[in-house]
T-cell receptor
């Protein structure tokens, strides 16, 4: 089955800096790559996604890039704010959806 | 729409007891799935279903059973609970078609097995 690896496991940045989280996947058939944000005690919520026919997608301060040849994709958050502090998960999907282990992002004011 | 509804929110079991975690969705989603979330291990897929009458195993299926008799419901059964099954359980659903779509998660069930 699909195996998704995510790095780093923790990330601390100053408010206003950028944050980058990287993921790799193993199954070349995977064609959908969402990113979820989970606040403490809450359910994961989709923040952005990308499909295999697209190399990059942006939504305001958030962007995702995909390199299908290398089987890796990344989340970029610019101008970070304290409310961006949360756990972020990447995932890869074909028939089912598999998740990375998560990155705990802390944005210091 | 209520989305994905999970019950109960919290549950404490003794080792060896059985129980069913309930999951229902009102979005007419074909695909439903169960994940468990443990610290540092992300969301691990237990079982999933692509439609009524069809179920399949995920990464960590041992100790869990599922069935899908209707489109709306996808219960998860623990036949004989073990302390290793202490976790937060999430049910999630999505449309199932040629183009993949995002999962919609329920609010989770926090299970403790003593």
């Amino acid at each position: 089955g699909e195996n998704v690896e995510q790095h780093p496991s923790t990330l601390s940045v100053q408010e206003g800096d950028s944050a980058v989280i990287k993921c790799t996947y193993s199954d070349s058939a995977s064609n959908y790559f969402p990113w979820y944000k989970q606040e403490l005690g809450k359910r994961p919520q989709l923040i952005i996604d990308i499909r295999s026919n697209v190399g990059e997608k942006k939504d305001q301060r958030i962007a995702v890039t995909l390199n299908k040849t290398a089987k890796h994709f990344s989340l970029h958050i610019t101008e970070t704010q304290p409310e961006d502090s949360a756990v972020y998960f990447c995932a890869a999907s074909y028939n089912d959806m598999r998740f990375g282990a998560g990155t705990r992002l802390t944005v210091k004011p | 729409n209520a989305g994905v509804t999970q019950t109960p929110k919290f549950q404490v079991l003794k080792t060896g007891q059985s129980m069913t975690l309930q999951c229902a969705q009102d979005m007419n989603h074909e695909y439903m799935s169960w994940y468990r979330q443990d610290p540092g291990m992300g969301l691990r897929l237990i079982h999933y279903s692509v439609g009524a009458g069809i179920t399949d195993q995920g990464e960590v299926p041992n100790g869990y059973n599922v069935s899908r008799s209707t489109t709306e419901d996808f219960p998860l059964r623990l036949l004989s609970a073990a302390p290793s099954q202490t976790s937060v359980y999430f049910c999630a659903s999505r449309t199932q078609g040629a183009v993949n779509s995002p999962l919609h998660f329920g609010n989770g069930t926090r299970l403790t097995v003593t």
